[in-house]
């Protein structure tokens, strides 16, 4: 199982990690948190690294049947979308959602929430297939 869902795109991390924010929430996708790896490892350890950034999204119903399926998988929410600039091509920008199949991995055999994974993953492959 591939642990990504993922696109290239051209253009700079700051404008892709807009269009991906716009993208989630017209899929019912809401940014939860974000980080930003680049800034955050160069001020805490003095780590220069090419821009990275982390969505953190949620899409509520679908989180709500989730845990509602199983209480710990919370542990593994919410769903995370990296922007993150390719080191090996100049003004390409890498798009990767976490594979949300890859909660049926750590939790089989629980139908309710393979169907929540699966139908997530779907959303999530729709928000990188449109941009």
């Known amino acids: 199982m591939q642990l990504a869902l993922a696109t290239t795109v051209t253009g700079d991390v700051p404008e892709v990690a807009e269009r991906v924010r716009t993208a989630l929430a017209e899929h019912g996708f809401g940014v939860l948190t974000e980080i930003d790896m680049a800034a955050t490892l160069k001020s805490k350890i003095g780590v220069d690294m090419e821009d ?6 949620c899409n509520p119903p679908a989180a709500h049947r989730a845990v509602t399926a199983e209480k710990q998988i919370g542990l593994l929410l919410p769903c995370n979308v ?3 600039r390719d080191p090996t091509a100049a003004d390409t920008v ?3 959602a976490m594979n949300p199949r890859l909660m049926t991995t750590v939790v089989p055999d629980n139908p309710g929430l393979a169907e929540v994974a699966d139908e997530v993953a ?4 729709a928000m990188i ?3």
């Open 129 to 131: 297939d449109s941009l």
């Open 94 to 96: 890498l798009v990767e």
């Open 82 to 84: 990296v922007v993150r």
């Open 122 to 125: 779907g959303l999530l492959q």
């Open 52 to 57: 990275y950034v982390i969505l953190g999204a």
